[in-house]
């Protein structure tokens, strides 16, 4: 929608809309073309009935009164006047289409914008949102896109109003007088400079006023977030003179933005007013004085009263037109700033993805070769490797067999997190990882599904290295219960069937019953039509928990990543919850976090990270023998951080 870079953002977004709706915007123009031809017909009409009433009057006044004459008077009158009631008419009407075509296509094209942001949202790294506040990037879909709205519905057709306008007066000018003609070139020159000295001001704050929309929108949504604790900490007037900070650099910037677009109307109008004054004086002057006028249409001849009046119109129309076009640097001031932030993440690059392996459901035909088949017929899953030297396309079979070779990592380059990092999960096998609040352990887990891509050494899954993995296959093989739930508003039945969009009634309760969830669910008021909201405030802290679990057992993902998933609830929870998660690691390569030793006393391995790297690894038994540092955590020597 917006691919040209080149061009300045607010012209992106402009030309964006126009090749999204051309018939629209072709309408449009038409119609603004007749409403200017409308405005701009009615002063040369007007000179002719001037004329005529000069005419007619010097004629009585020389010859007496003539019946014939008058008769001639009231039919050229007549035909003037309908001339003059048609052209506003049309004026009128076009005006009216045009308004309602903007307004149609305006809105069509928000939608759009829309919808491309959020798409393009989807393909964004992990990593952007990490450094982004997204209360700032909420304010880019609500408030600068509505800017873009304005400048759509309103500015567009302003500024092509203002061309045919502007070109038609310029002509009929120079048709009239050039003499007059001149004296409001000079005041047009003095117009542009006020329009570029003021707006120039105006168009730097607004950008600025539209930044600290965003950032007063994070706040907000920061402080709702952490309401318990504000209030916990009783940190309320803190949160309210943080808001009032923020507040008053953002009214100080929008006094600034809005003063000076405010200032422009005036000026301007007040430039016109002069000009009007003196387009008066200076052609009474000239017809007083005798003094030959110069117009496009006859060349040289003497100055009438249907010249002057005849352009005074052509006057007021020139200083409304521009007028009309300084009301609209507010808005396009504005637009100009929203479209620098809605480009800006446009023009955020998408998760690179080079992998070309993707994930099939499978089974082995009479043969002992894997093949593909639908999901009720599917009894495995498979790594499917497309050749492009034959066309051909080999299958591994996806045991869940994931290695690590000398991987460093640093989410900064210049700050390395992980250092040297080795290890083994066969297939089946539960690895675990032990350490202190920053030590590594989830960082290796978003390595795994390719959050974040290494800065060294190699990671392999099933003997693949997963670079050549397309992303969303590989994380579709990646179960994953964290800490923070992140239930969506919705029944219980639909967050359950969020691990798997296309999974049954019954196999949602199935995965529900697995993790330990179907009891409490069935006596809820609407079982698993219980609605959910903000989420899932009205659920324990342990019953969400259940429920991340059934949403990653209906999924049935071969391999699962559990992170710190018992942290948060109490012992008795953590047991039923345990339970559930046990049955989900049954036949599964699992990758297990905690802090809670007790959970991980069974994991085929356990390695003990600290500051990035593997100090201690081997099973329970292995490591209490060791004396080492997890024996000192088991025993009770010293605690996790």
């Known amino acids: 929608m917006l691919k040209n870079k080149k061009l300045p953002p607010i012209f992106r977004i402009i030309f964006g809309f126009i090749s999204l709706h051309k018939t629209a ?75 309602q075509i903007n307004a149609v296509a305006g809105q069509k094209y928000m939608d759009d914008l829309r919808r491309e942001l959020f798409n393009h949202m989807q393909d964004l790294p992990v990593r952007y949102f990490d450094q982004n506040d997204k209360g ?84 907000v949504e920061e402080m709702m977030n952490g309401l318990k604790v504000i209030k916990s900490f009783c940190h309320e007037q803190e949160s309210i003179d943080g808001y009032h900070n923020i507040t008053e650099i953002f009214r100080k910037t929008g006094t600034k933005a809005n003063s000076y677009a405010n200032i422009l109307m005036p000026v301007l109008g007040n430039i016109g007013n002069l000009l009007y004054v003196l387009v008066a004086v200076v052609g009474t002057i000239f017809f007083v004085n005798g003094i030959n006028n110069f ?100 299958y591994t079979l996806l045991q869940g067999d994931i290695r690590m070779f000398d991987v460093d990592f640093g989410y900064n380059p210049n700050k390395i997190v992980l250092h040297n990092i080795t290890l083994y999960a066969k297939p089946g096998q539960k690895v675990a990882f ?64 969020y691990g798997k969009l296309d999974a049954t009634d019954e196999e949602c309760i199935a995965a529900a019953k697995l993790a330990n969830a179907d009891s409490f669910i069935t006596r809820l008021p609407q079982g698993y039509n219980t609605y959910l909201t903000n989420d899932g405030a009205n659920l324990s802290q342990g019953q969400r928990q259940l429920l991340s679990i059934a949403r990653a057992a209906v999924a049935n993902a071969p391999v699962m990543i559990l992170d710190e998933a018992t942290s948060s609830i109490d012992t008795r929870t953590e047991a039923i919850v345990t339970r559930g998660m046990d049955n989900l690691m049954k036949g599964r390569t699992v990758f297990v976090i905690a802090h809670r030793l007790s959970t991980i006393q069974n994991s085929n391995v356990i390695m003990v990270l600290d500051h990035g790297h593997i100090i201690e690894r081997g099973s329970h038994e292995d490591l209490i023998k060791l004396k080492g540092v997890y024996y000192q955590l088991y025993t009770g020597a010293f605690e996790l951080e």
Request: contains cysteine; charged residues 15%.
């Open 25 to 99: 915007f072709i309408c449009s123009l038409i119609c603004v073309l007749f409403t200017a031809f409308g405005n701009i017909a009615a002063p040369i009409v007007l000179q002719n009935v001037t004329n005529l009433i000069t005419d007619t009057i010097n004629h009585i006044v020389i010859n007496g009164n003539n019946l014939a004459l008058k008769m001639e008077f009231w039919d050229e009158i007549l035909f003037n006047g309908c001339l003059l009631v048609g052209a506003y008419v049309i004026s009128t009407v076009a005006g009216l289409t045009y308004s």
């Open 136 to 219: 700032d990037i909420m304010s880019i879909y609500i408030n600068d896109v509505d800017t873009i709205r304005q400048l759509i519905i309103n500015s567009i057709s302003e500024v092509e109003f203002f061309i045919c306008t502007f070109v038609s007066v310029i002509v009929m000018m120079i048709m009239f007088s050039v003499w007059l003609f001149l004296i409001t070139i000079v005041a047009g020159v003095a117009m542009v400079l006020a329009t570029k000295h003021i707006g120039g001001h105006s168009s730097k704050n607004f950008l600025v006023q539209q930044v600290n929309i965003g950032k007063q929108e994070g706040y």
């Open 295 to 394: 117009s496009g249409m006859g060349g040289f001849s003497p100055f009438t009263v249907g010249i002057i009046v005849s352009f005074l119109p052509i006057v007021r129309q020139f200083t409304n037109a521009a007028s009309q076009m300084a009301n609209q640097v507010n808005t396009v001031a504005l637009a100009a700033a929203g479209s620098r932030r809605i480009c800006a993440l446009f023009d955020e690059e998408p998760e690179a993805d080079e992998g070309y392996v993707t994930l099939v459901r499978g089974r082995y035909d009479e043969n002992g070769n894997i093949v593909e088949c639908p999901e009720k017929e599917a009894t495995l899953w498979a790594w499917k490797h497309p050749h492009s030297a034959d066309q051909s396309v080999t």
């Open 434 to 497: 032990v350490g202190a609040t920053g030590a590594g352990k989830t960082t290796i887990t978003n390595l795994i599904n390719r959050f974040y891509d290494i800065a060294d050494g190699k990671i392999r899954y099933d003997g693949i290295n997963i670079n050549k993995i397309r992303k969303k296959d590989l994380r579709r093989s990646l179960g994953m219960v964290l800490q923070d739930t992140n239930l969506f508003s919705g029944t219980i039945m639909d967050n359950i069937r």
